[in-house]
């Protein structure tokens, strides 16, 4: 990391956003979830909230073991980070995700008002940033969510082509 990264405030969120090099490190810990998560059989998307410089929460995927629909990489972070915090308003923090948002997670992104979100690959088939819906951007909502996408977004990419290939293999 250089000098100018040091400078950066990590209690702003939006300190966060014009630079790639802060995002990588934050990105290869969700990617660390994403592998944890592949290694337990599950789709690899991992997820990590900071806060203050420091990682409240961490999560992947868990829809098979816990047989339940809702048990995505975000909405375990989401739910862990407002553990963390003893507030469902995630204000003043950053989720870093492996994988655009679906709409589910994009709702509870924008329910615990999360100012700020950076993702790795992109998710045409069910991506609610960019890819499909754009519900961050939506001036009809009582809050929009600040992203960067496609952060890391090749590593992020091809550990969810390989398993899926494993997968058809």
Same mark, same amino acid.
């Given at each position: 990391m250089d000098d100018r990264d040091e400078r950066l405030d990590p209690a702003d969120p939006a300190a966060l956003l014009p630079g790639g090099r802060p995002h990588d490190r934050w990105m290869r810990l969700a990617l660390d979830e994403a592998r944890a998560a592949?290694?337990?059989?599950?789709?690899?998307?991992?997820?990590?909230?900071?806060?203050?410089?420091?990682?409240?929460? $961490?999560?992947?995927?868990?829809?098979e073991q816990l047989a339940d629909p809702t048990a995505h990489a975000e909405m375990i972070a989401l739910t862990q980070a407002a553990a963390a915090l003893g $507030?469902?308003? !995630?204000?003043?923090?950053? !989720?870093?995700?492996? !994988?655009?948002?679906?709409?589910?997670?994009?709702?509870?992104? !924008?329910?615990?008002?999360?100012?700020?979100?950076?993702?790795?690959?992109?998710?045409?088939?069910?991506?609610?940033?960019?890819s499909l819906y754009r519900l961050f951007d939506d001036p009809r909502l009582n809050h929009q969510v600040e992203h960067v996408g496609r952060v890391l977004a090749d590593e992020c990419g091809r550990i969810l082509t390989e398993f899926f290939r494993g997968k058809r293999g």
């Open positions: 592949a290694a337990e059989d599950e789709v690899p998307v991992g997820a990590v909230v900071v806060a203050g410089g420091r990682i409240i929460a $961490s999560a992947h995927n868990q829809r $507030s469902w308003r !995630l204000e003043g923090c950053v !989720l870093y995700v492996t !994988l655009e948002p679906c709409p589910m997670c994009a709702g509870a992104i !924008l329910q615990a008002r999360v100012p700020v979100v950076v993702w790795g690959a992109a998710d045409p088939k069910a991506g609610a940033v960019e």
